[in-house]
Structures are given as structure tokens and as C-alpha cells.
């Protein structure tokens, strides 16, 4: 199966900068580790998408903060200050440090991706797309945060909501902080099903994603936080994936799948406390890659996170070794502590799971 990976060389200008824990580096590593270990060959694509202009930006954002983003930005880039405002539209860790890239315009080919990515695939060009870069989970409307200017995970629902006219759309987040700004877009809309699995907000930002909050009115019971708790590892994952996410998905029956997060539930991402393998993410790929045998395999993956540069290569490749059905085996790049070589947090994940059912179990048959 050839998947399309959506990419672009600017992209390594969404850096901001000296010091900040997000770096553009990430967007030269990857390709070039990807291509030393599988070619082409009829297994991906590279495909380079226009950047999103202003009507696209504001399916999602308002004008003024789509201004504002453009101006601060570009000043930033050129050592200019221009931060009276800032604190109205972004949060403190999306303030650009010294030799700062083009961080909005860099966004803005992230959008373009996602565009792209949901024509390909609705086009029947392709059955997977895999934007590198996308997952900016955090973006609102008009506020910035958590390294995230516009949300393309939000972009790409409404996307295929309105110009596809489709009817169920699943959001499957998978990054190891909560998408608080997907959850905003569709909090109250049952089209979209957005289930996300990331480590307990009480132990990490953004401090939202309670099993408690299950969506609101029409979309009440269509938002499924399920927040694992610190060192949670493969098989809690698999236990989520088994007993939640897929009973649920066949349940649901969605015409697509989008999926983001990159490699920050890995033991050693070091702003995160998860406990996922190189190993575990391939098998959140295969799960996703059978899940998706629901839509005719249609599914696109927006991938960006993970803050150890040493494992972010091997974990995205093996991620999309599993989407894809690649068939090569990614090593572990670091060892692995004692703690991790077995899962030994499966009593409070199934805790964690019966809480999660209790919340949401009279909106599905499945779990009931």
C-alpha cells in the first residue's frame, strides 16, 4: 500500500528558537531517517501542499487573531519586538526565543496539509495520508498555546464536514497531552466522535481531559477522555485500545479516522511521564490500520510531537511502519529501565477503563 506523506523542507521553520522544547530540527531528522530506512519503492510518497491562505485560516480561527498571528510572528522572526498584546492571543510557551524560523508561516503549510491530506484521500488518490508536522492540538479559535498557532486537527474535521458533507467523522488523539483545543471545536457536535487517550491532566498540561468530561448537548457522550496514569505502558495502551476505543469505533461506524501525536508517550520524551516502547506505537498503528478497515481504510495521521530528538525518528517510524504495514522493524534507540520492560500499572488502568465506561456507557450499546 503506497501512503502519501504530506511534507514540505519549510517546515523546519516552526522553531521557536534557542532554548524553547520545540525545534525545527525535527522536520530535517525524520525524512532522511525515513528514506535511509525504506525507499520509496511504491511504499510512500512525499507530496508538498500550498500553504493555507487567510478563508481557510478562518474556518477555524477569527480574523483578528489570524492578524495579530501573522504580525507577531513575522516580527519575531526578524528580532523585532511586537509582544503588547501577545498574552490575549497565545500563551507563554508559544513566545518565540532567539532565532526563531518563520513559525506562522511554517503553520500555515501545516493547514495546507491537512487540506490536502483530506482531498487525497476523499479523492480516492490515496487510502492514508500522514501530514508531517500536524497534531497542533492546542490551538482555540482565538488563543494560542501548548507550541500550537492554528489547529489542524480541527481544520481537517471541518473540512470534511463541510466540504464532503460528512456525517461521522472519528478524531482519535493519541499525543500524551489532552487536545483541550479539539475538544473546544466539537464539544457539542455528534458528528465528530473524539476520543482521546493521554496521560491524567492532574499530572500534566493542559490540565483537561477528566474522564468526567464527556462532551456537551447534542455531542454529550461523543467526547471520551481517557487519562492513563504516569508510567502507563503497552499493554495499558492495548487494554484502552481493546476494551474502549475499537467496541466503540465499530459502534460508531466513521466514514474516516484522523489521528494525532507523535512520540511524547514514549518513557524517555522527558516532558512527559507515559510508559510506550518504540514497539507500543507500532502496535497504535496496526490498531488503527485494522480499526480503519471500518472506512475502507480511509485515515489521516497528523504527526509532530515528541521532545527527545534521539527517540523521535524511531518512534514516528514505527507509528507509521504500523499504519502503513511497512514491512521493516524499528529498534529501540535507548535501553530500557526495568520499570518499563513490563507494564506494571494494568489495576489502575482497568480502574481508570471502569471509570471512563461509567461516564459514557448509556451512550454506546457496546458498553452497557
Known sequence: MTIAILYREELKEYDFGIGHPLRGDRFEIF??????HLRENGYYSFVSAE???????????????????????????????YDDRFYEYHSADNMPQSGCGKVEEAARIVI?????????????????????????HH??????????LYNDVAFT???LLEKYGMERILILDTDAHAGNGTSDYFYSNRKVLFIDIHQ????????????????????????????LPRGAGNDSYRQVFEEIIEPITKEFQPQIIIRN?????????????????????????????????ICSGKEIDLI?????????????????SGLADFPIQTEEPVPVPDQFQQDSFLTVNQEVIAEVKSHVKKYWKCLS
Not at 500553504?51 to 523585532?80: H, M, P, V, W
Open 139 to 148: 490551538a482555540k479559535r482565538n488563543y494560542g498555546e501548548g507550541f500550537c
Open 200 to 227: 491524567d491532566p492532574s499530572t500534566l498540561y493542559p490540565g483537561s481531559g477528566f474522564a468526567s468530561d464527556i462532551g456537551n448537548g447534542e455531542g454529550r457522550g461523543f467526547t471520551i477522555n481517557i487519562p
Open 112 to 136: 495546507g496539509q491537512a487540506k490536502l491530506s483530506a482531498d487525497l484521500i476523499i479523492s480516492g488518490q490515496f487510502k492514508k495520508a500522514i501530514s508531517i508536522g500536524g497534531g497542533t
Open 304 to 320: 509532530a510531537s515528541g521532545y527527545n530528538a534521539q527517540v523521535l525518528p524511531y518512534a514516528w517510524l514505527s507509528l507509521i
Open 261 to 293: 501525536g507523535g512520540s511524547d508517550p514514549h518513557f524517555a520524551d522527558g516532558l512527559t511521564d507515559l510508559g510506550l516502547t518504540v514497539s507500543g506505537f507500532k502496535m497504535i498503528g496496526e490498531k488503527v490500520r485494522k480499526m480503519a478497515e
Open 157 to 159: 474535521a471541518n473540512y
Open 31 to 36: 525524512p532522511n531517517f525515513l528514506k535511509a
Open 51 to 81: 500553504s493555507a491562505e487567510n478563508n481557510d485560516l478562518l474556518k477555524i480561527c477569527s480574523q483578528d487573531y489570524i492578524n495579530f498571528t501573522t504580525d507577531f510572528y513575522r516580527a519575531a522572526n526578524l528580532g523585532l519586538g
